[in-house]
């Protein structure tokens, strides 16, 4: 008889989570991914695989761990996902593979995030990595951007038979797995671990180089046969409400950077700050909101209270950060929307004036549209905000490549292979969808790193 | 790593450097800037390109040793590197033949001046340059300046040198007298404050090069909105340069105070280790 229930996932304990940033799911040990694996039905019709962006085969990998043969588990990811410790990890499979699991039937479907975890795990603990790539050499590619599109794109274009550069901005690769994801979520040995097999598979990372900026997409198509854009959505949305400019107020982003890649919070020992009070706001209410709330927790913030204007059923946040969110003591003010922030004397952010809000019918989301109630506005008092209410494409590149089209939100137009309005010129992830996730991201740049070797070679 | 081709003092606290770094240097627009971090540690700071030479592959950069991360920048020598320089970064001077145009230089901002004063007049303008300084050995590029401007004038605090008083005094008399066609302001934000008020009255179409906080200089983080005309600009992406008369300049400098003390403490920190 099958478990109704998964074999539950130990986590890091509370009083030591809110100290550190180390990861807080600590992921199956060997047994309990055996006995995860054993209560696979081997469905025929393969839900699982079919809802997965890059569809592995997922009952087959499940499979060899079971007979505990995980070297050939790990192979069998490897043929479709370079990076099984990334998505393990940052993949919302409740809504993808996990999402049509038979089990549910019973009870919990079958945890296949945490056992892909649990191969990537055993993947870098053996340093496991497929170096196999062409002697001949195709054609030269240059990808623009260093996250979960671009890194896709080089290992399968450089698989394909292509020289392949990555320009990166910032001056560590990894694009929002680095400066955007908290460690306490995906660990940087966990990313150093694939940005190192990227480059063992002889793809070459420029740093520092912002496109658009020091190279024109023009001039890299007179270097290279064929360009792919992975700029993702990395500029942040503000709520365009009085009051944010003050002091204490930060974007999202700019709040994930000063932590995560310049390390604010090891100030003065590193030399960025972040400047956080006793209580903060968080507006917004998905993976981001929940990020900064938890780092906010333990950097020391006593409060951290999370303002959001639907209710949590709406929430886009998985499930899970919003679990580990609640358990640490993120407290949430729903149906609660900002209208303006107000600042003391010295100009630092002292109050949210906020208006409650009711649902009405669904909007274009399909989620039902949050309504301003009349006449319930009210203060919450802080010391900072940060925005967290999503990201929209930067718009470098397209600011000087006027024959890029794309659409009004800035998003690079694409046929259904990737292609742009530019010959020799693709696009790939979030900088065609707008944010999203990163298994999204690395599906798109699959197909795309594909088209670019038919185009360019007939695929052969 | 960018390898520092030279390291002068040009007046106290101030330093002029020299960084190797060639696909800048083909590209650099006046008014254009690179974000810098020295090392491992570091902060990444937005700083004016001053000076760029394809043929050398070079780029040159004046700054005040104010904060942790340029005092630590002036301290690399010669023939060592720091770890990052990016760039070209924001958008570069609108250069055309407006006719006359007065440059407004306070303290570094002269060296940003330099640039933009060389390019207006290659494009033909009048340009009348006006640099102030607190005192006389704090004025810098002059003769450079002098060279690019058909009219240079002299302000100092003390009266150590020129005019005594503030170079927006100078601009003051001037627009008294004198109508230019463009006004270009570049220095600390109360000096560019100051300038947009006294050409406001005039209608003096004036543009100001603000240098808020960045961290990456990209569009990325936000921290270096602005105010103008009402709405959140960032001037990374959407700068350096704006129109004077619609920066909330207050807003702006109230945001460069955001972290003042860990600036102060950062700094006592660097300073203790130094003297170790």
């Known amino acids: ?460 | 790593m960018f390898k520092i081709l030279s390291n002068h003092i040009i007046a106290p606290e101030i330093r002029k450097i020299e960084i190797y770094a060639p696909e800048i240097a083909k590209r650099a627009k006046a008014g254009q800037f690179v974000v810098i971090r020295v090392d491992e540690r570091g902060e990444r700071i937005p700083l004016t390109l001053v000076d760029w030479n394809p043929n050398k592959g070079s780029i040159t950069l004046v700054f005040q040793e104010v904060g942790v991360t340029t005092k630590k920048l002036g301290r690399v020598k010669k023939g060592k590197y720091i770890l990052d320089v990016i760039g070209p970064l924001g958008n570069p001077t609108e250069v055309k033949n407006y006719g006359t145009i007065v440059g407004v230089g306070g303290g570094v901002g002269n060296a940003c001046l330099l640039p933009v004063m060389r390019e207006f007049k290659r494009a033909g303008n009048y340009t009348v340059s006006m640099i102030g300084a607190r005192t006389s050995e704090l004025l810098i590029l002059e003769d450079e300046l002098s060279e690019v401007s058909d009219e240079l004038y002299i302000a100092t605090d003390d009266g150590s040198r020129g005019y005594k008083g503030f170079v927006t005094d100078l601009l003051k008399r001037f627009l008294e007298r004198r109508r230019p066609d463009l006004v270009y302001a570049v220095g600390p934000t109360i000096m560019m404050k100051v300038v947009s008020s006294i050409t406001k009255p005039y209608g003096v179409k004036t543009i100001v090069s603000l240098n808020p906080i960045m961290v990456d200089g990209t569009g990325m983080c936000g921290a270096c909105r602005v105010i103008v005309g009402g709405k959140l600009r960032f001037a990374c992406i959407d700068g350096p340069e704006f129109d004077g008369h619609q920066v909330n300049f207050d807003a702006l400098m109230n945001r460069l105070r955001m972290y003042k003390e860990e600036e102060e403490l950062a700094l006592s920190l660097l300073e203790k280790s130094i003297k170790r």
């Open chain 1, 1 to 460: 008889m099958v478990s109704r229930r998964s074999v539950p996932v130990r986590k890091l304990s509370l009083d030591k989570r809110l100290k550190t940033f180390e990861e807080v799911v600590l992921g199956y040990t060997e047994s309990e991914a055996l006995e995860e694996a054993k209560r696979c039905l081997k469905c025929k019709l393969e839900p699982c695989s079919k809802a997965c962006p890059l569809n592995i085969d997922i009952a087959k990998f499940v499979e060899y761990i079971k007979e505990r043969r995980f070297k050939k588990a790990l192979e069998v990811i490897l043929e479709k996902n370079p990076f099984p410790a990334i998505t393990g990890r940052v993949c919302p499979q409740e809504v993808l593979c996990q999402r049509d699991c038979t089990l549910r039937k019973l009870g919990d479907p079958l945890a296949i995030g945490k056992l892909e975890r649990f191969l990537g795990d055993y993947q870098i603990e053996n340093n496991i990595m497929d170096l196999k790539v062409p002697e001949k050499v195709k054609g030269k590619v240059a990808i623009v951007g260093s996250g979960p599109a671009g890194l896709m794109g080089a290992v399968e274009l450089r698989k394909l038979g292509y020289e392949v550069t990555i320009f990166e901005a910032l001056h560590e690769a990894g694009g929002v797995m680095v400066y955007g994801i908290p460690e306490f979520r995906l660990p940087r040995r966990v990313l150093r671990f694939y940005i190192n097999y990227v480059k063992k598979l002889g793809v070459n990372i420029v740093l520092d180089s912002v496109i658009g900026k020091i190279f024109t997409i023009e001039e890299l198509l007179r270097d290279y046969d064929a360009v792919l854009l992975a700029t993702g959505a990395g500029t942040p949305k503000f709520l365009n409400i009085p009051g944010e400019e003050l002091n204490g107020v930060y974007s999202a982003n700019e709040f994930l950077i000063r932590i995560n890649l310049m390390k604010a919070y090891k100030f003065p020992y590193y030399d960025t700050p972040i400047k956080l009070g006793k209580r903060i706001a968080v507006v917004g209410g998905g993976n981001t909101a929940m990020d900064v709330s938890r780092i906010a927790l333990r950097l020391g913030v006593e409060e951290v209270i999370v303002l959001y204007r639907r209710t949590e059923a709406e929430m886009p946040a998985r499930r899970e950060e919003v679990e580990n969110a609640k358990e640490e003591g993120v407290k949430f003010m729903l149906l609660t929307q900002p209208i303006a922030l107000i600042g003391d004397e010295n100009g630092w952010v002292r109050k949210v004036k906020c208006i409650k809000m009711k649902l009405g019918k669904p909007d274009a989301s399909g989620r039902r549209r949050p309504i301003p109630i009349p006449g319930s506005e009210f203060d919450v008092e802080v010391d900072n905000v940060v925005i967290a209410i999503g990201a929209e494409v930067n718009k470098l590149i397209q600011r000087t490549t006027p024959d890029l089209k794309v659409d009004r939100k800035g998003h690079v137009i694409v046929d259904e292979y990737g292609r742009t309005s530019i010959e020799r010129v693709y696009a790939a992830g979030d900088v065609v969808t707008g944010a999203a996730t990163v298994i999204e991201a690395l599906a798109a740049a699959k197909k795309v790193a594909h088209t670019i070797h038919r185009d360019l070679h007939g695929g052969d």
